[in-house]
């Protein structure tokens, strides 16, 4: 005979409250919906088109648990569920009589953004005092407004975000969803909270992104980097140093370290620095990391030192990546005699060979 499965008390203990929290939902909304039933009125957007419609606080609190239940769930009408509550009490707010009457609204010609507020600089007012004043940064201010920096004159009209976030000029192809994807936010939020609940988004209107944020290249303040490119053929170094596609990355200082500053061993033992500082000039890298138990070979590897043993003190770089076609990405320090420069180039495959590998 087969035995049953043992009540688990301890298990039961753990999920009741969650059950109970449940039914007592769920008993909330269908009393809501039953006593919305007797009354023969339907809480709907469409109802606010009656005359003399009445709405009730429980009502308005149905409606709030019903938004955040579905939004809990994941429901797929979670959006339009809080969309409608944000645009219900919103409507109750604005017209409430003593009696609890809502006067008919015209939610048809929605022109302005409760998100987003019109302000005009006041004398002696600074972007700081602003941002204080909202309790927002100073940066959201500025990305709203495409200024670099927080200069501020008395007179001038800024587009503040009512909540902390960004204020966005909505461009042709955007939609909702490609907004939030690009600059953050919710949805659900947006929609609410810049009364696009029947309107949608146009191309030129400025809308709250609560939480939103600016990708550092559409920032106002942003600066691209300058790249110069160019190609060495044959250096002072020979066939053996041939580079291709060369860029500078830029000028390190202070990196430290036990070799010379500026120099190529400086910016191959910063890439490693798990060789050991006895290494001597460049020359002898590879002989005297074999002797330490180091793999030394012709094979490239990415993370692998390259050293050549030409010139008077020979040279050392760091193996970026190998590519499919055999050539080599580096990166090195003090190329033909450029102290501190750090160059980015293609090694091709033709002189890999030439170089010794410290793995």
Same mark, same amino acid.
């Given at each position: 005979?087969?035995?049953?499965?043992?009540?688990?008390?301890?298990?039961?203990?753990?999920?009741?409250?969650?059950?109970?929290?449940?039914?007592?939902?769920?008993?909330?909304?269908?009393?809501?919906?039953?006593?919305?039933?007797?009354?023969?009125?339907?809480?709907?957007?469409?109802?606010?088109?009656?005359?003399?419609?009445?709405?009730?606080?429980?009502?308005?609190?149905?409606?709030?648990?019903?938004?955040?239940?579905?939004?809990?769930?994941?429901?797929?009408?979670?959006?339009?569920?809080?969309?409608?509550?944000?645009?219900?009490?919103?409507?109750?707010?604005?017209?409430?009589?003593?009696?609890?009457?809502?006067?008919?609204?015209?939610?048809?010609?929605?022109?302005? =953004?409760?998100?987003?507020?019109? $302000?005009? #600089?006041?004398?002696?007012? /600074?972007?700081? !005092? &602003?941002?204080? *004043? +909202? %309790?927002?940064?100073?940066?959201?201010?500025?990305?709203?407004?495409?200024?670099?920096?927080?200069?501020?004159?008395?007179?001038?009209?800024?587009?503040?975000? =009512?909540?902390?976030?960004?204020? $966005?000029? #909505?461009?042709?192809?955007? /939609?909702?969803? !490609? &907004?939030?994807? *690009? +600059? %953050?936010?919710?949805?659900?939020?947006?929609?609410?909270?810049?009364?696009?609940?029947?309107?949608?988004?146009?191309?030129?209107?400025?809308?709250?992104?609560?939480?939103?944020?600016?990708?550092?290249?559409?920032?106002?303040?942003?600066?691209?980097?300058?790249?110069?490119?160019?190609? +060495?053929?044959?250096?002072?170094?020979?066939?053996?140093?041939?580079?291709?596609?060369?860029?500078?990355?830029?000028?390190?200082?202070?990196?430290?370290?036990?070799?010379?500053?500026?120099?190529?061993?400086?910016?191959?033992?910063?890439?490693?620095?798990?060789?050991?500082?006895?290494?001597?000039?460049?020359?002898?890298?590879?002989?005297?990391?074999?002797?330490?138990?180091?793999?030394?070979?012709?094979?490239?590897?990415?993370?692998?030192?390259?050293?050549?043993?030409?010139?008077?003190?020979?040279?050392?770089?760091?193996?970026?990546?190998?590519?499919?076609?055999?050539?080599?990405?580096?990166?090195?320090?003090?190329?033909?005699?450029?102290?501190?420069?750090?160059?980015?180039?293609?090694?091709?495959?033709?002189?890999?060979?030439?170089?010794?590998?410290?793995?």
């Amino acid at each position: 005979m087969t035995r049953g499965k043992k009540f688990n008390l301890e298990r039961f203990k753990q999920i009741l409250p969650y059950f109970l929290a449940g039914i007592s939902i769920l008993t909330v909304v269908f009393l809501g919906s039953l006593e919305k039933h007797n009354s023969d009125v339907s809480l709907s957007l469409n109802a606010f088109a009656e005359d003399n419609y009445k709405i009730s606080v429980d009502q308005l609190s149905e409606l709030y648990v019903v938004a955040d239940l579905s939004d809990a769930l994941g429901l797929a009408s979670a959006s339009d569920v809080a969309s409608n509550y944000v645009v219900t009490t919103s409507m109750y707010e604005a017209g409430q009589t003593s009696t609890g009457k809502l006067e008919k609204p015209n939610i048809t010609n929605i022109s302005g =953004s409760r998100g987003v507020v019109e $302000y005009v #600089v006041a004398e002696g007012e /600074t972007m700081a !005092s &602003i941002a204080a *004043k +909202y %309790g927002i940064s100073t940066d959201q201010i500025r990305w709203s407004n495409n200024r670099k920096n927080t200069d501020v004159n008395a007179g001038d009209l800024l587009y503040i975000p =009512s909540k902390s976030g960004i204020v $966005y000029t #909505v461009k042709a192809d955007d /939609t909702v969803e !490609s &907004i939030v994807s *690009k +600059y %953050g936010g919710n949805a659900a939020e947006i929609i609410a909270l810049n009364d696009l609940e029947v309107s949608g988004i146009s191309e030129g209107m400025k809308i709250l992104i609560k939480d939103g944020t600016l990708p550092e290249k559409e920032r106002p303040e942003y600066v691209a980097p300058v790249v110069r490119t160019y190609t +060495y053929s044959y250096t002072y170094l020979g066939s053996t140093s041939e580079r291709q596609d060369v860029t500078i990355r830029g000028f390190f200082y202070g990196l430290g370290g036990p070799y010379g500053a500026g120099q190529c061993t400086q910016w191959a033992w910063y890439n490693r620095q798990d060789l050991p500082s006895s290494l001597g000039n460049a020359n002898s890298w590879a002989s005297r990391a074999a002797a330490l138990g180091y793999t030394v070979n012709r094979i490239p590897s990415a993370g692998a030192i390259f050293q050549t043993s030409s010139g008077w003190y020979g040279h050392v770089g760091y193996v970026e990546g190998v590519n499919p076609d055999g050539s080599i990405r580096v990166s090195e320090m003090n190329y033909n005699y450029r102290t501190y420069m750090v160059i980015d180039s293609t090694i091709p495959a033709s002189a890999v060979g030439n170089f010794w590998y410290i793995h």
